[in-house]
């Protein structure tokens, strides 16, 4: 599992808006990081990291939804369900493709056609999915999701 980048700057002394901020705004980031590795799809791992990490923000943005206005939390955390369910999509494909192919190797039977041909099929539909994880972080990008989101955070936190 991608380990969580450690947080600066936080004091327990500071008012929970102030920590609050520093939090999501580090795990956004962390999440964000991982975008470029995600859509190029060089490494599958960068795809895993995005996901855990989109996680971690959903988590800290749950359990502090109450500070937030009810109506416009829902719009953002919404936003977020549909980024981490489309990373899943493409992640459940990985694990079983990897699972699969685990199997082959140990198999001891000389015919392995049957598993060749499910592992391909398996790789076009993810890459269907992935196909659509790119447009939808694409669609994300073009309308300014990270400045959206930061400047939504900024805005309810930096006025409670």
């Given at each position: 599992?991608?380990?969580?980048?450690?947080?600066?700057?936080?004091?327990?002394?500071?008012?929970?808006?102030?920590?609050?901020?520093?939090?999501?705004?580090?795990?956004?980031?962390?999440?964000?990081?991982?975008?470029?590795?995600?859509?190029?799809?060089?490494?599958?791992?960068?795809?895993?990291?995005?996901?855990?990490?989109?996680?971690?923000?959903?988590?800290?943005?749950?359990?502090?939804?109450?500070?937030?206005?009810?109506?416009k939390f829902?719009?953002?955390?919404?936003?977020?369900?549909?980024?981490?369910?489309?990373?899943?999509?493409?992640?459940?494909?990985?694990?079983?493709?990897?699972?699969?192919?685990?199997?082959?190797?140990?198999?001891?039977e000389?015919?392995?056609?049957?598993?060749?041909?499910?592992?391909?099929?398996?790789?076009?539909?993810?890459?269907?999915?992935?196909?659509?994880?790119?447009?939808?972080?694409?669609?994300?990008?073009?309308?300014?999701?990270?400045?959206?989101?930061?400047?939504?955070?900024?805005?309810?936190?930096?006025?409670?």
């Amino acid at each position: 599992m991608a380990k969580a980048k450690k947080i600066q700057g936080l004091d327990p002394n500071q008012p929970l808006d102030e920590c609050l901020l520093i939090i999501l705004r580090t795990r956004f980031e962390e999440m964000t990081a991982h975008e470029q590795g995600t859509v190029d799809g060089s490494d599958i791992e960068a795809l895993h990291d995005m996901r855990v990490a989109s996680r971690r923000v959903q988590a800290v943005f749950k359990m502090f939804r109450g500070i937030f206005p009810k109506k416009k939390f829902k719009a953002e955390y919404n936003e977020l369900r549909m980024l981490i369910r489309s990373l899943g999509e493409v992640r459940d494909y990985d694990v079983f493709i990897d699972k699969i192919e685990k199997l082959k190797a140990d198999s001891h039977e000389r015919d392995t056609r049957a598993m060749d041909l499910l592992i391909i099929r398996k790789k076009a539909e993810r890459e269907q999915k992935r196909k659509l994880l790119i447009q939808h972080i694409g669609s994300l990008n073009k309308a300014g999701y990270k400045e959206h989101f930061n400047n939504f955070i900024t805005e309810n936190l930096i006025n409670t």
